[in-house]
Nanobody, 124 residues
């Protein structure tokens, strides 16, 4: 069974940088992969999405210019480099994989597989 596993979360200070990783086990190669996050007590929200070729990426307005999504198809991995972290970036971050072409603010239902999430806490 295909699994997505996030790593790289932890406690950081505002202004720090941190990169999250998402590893896909098995042989599935997702045409589109994305990051979502869920702050405590709130709904899960779109962060960024990337297509197979890596040329097509979209970001939510709240992270645009600070976060960079990338992927290494040969290694079945995806990354989220996050700079200038803010306390409002505190959330559980999830990675997702799916078959549909990427678009901005992509809906969760478009994805077939999800990771369990990794907690990121940004202190002020």
């Amino acid at each position: 069974q295909e699994q997505l596993v996030e790593s790289g979360g932890g406690l950081v200070q505002a202004g720090d940088s941190l990169t999250l990783s998402c590893a896909a086990s098995g042989r599935t190669l997702y045409s589109t992969m994305a990051w979502y996050r869920q702050p405590l007590g709130k709904e899960r929200e779109f962060v960024a999405v990337i297509g197979w070729s890596c040329f097509e990426t979209y970001y939510s307005n709240s992270v645009k210019g600070r976060f960079t999504i990338s992927r290494d198809n040969a290694k079945h991995m995806m990354f989220l480099q996050r700079n200038s972290l803010k306390p409002e970036d505190t959330a559980v971050y999830f990675c997702a994989g799916g078959r549909y072409p990427p678009y901005n603010m992509m809906r969760e239902r478009e994805f077939d597989s999800w990771g369990q999430g990794t907690q990121v806490t940004v202190s002020s």
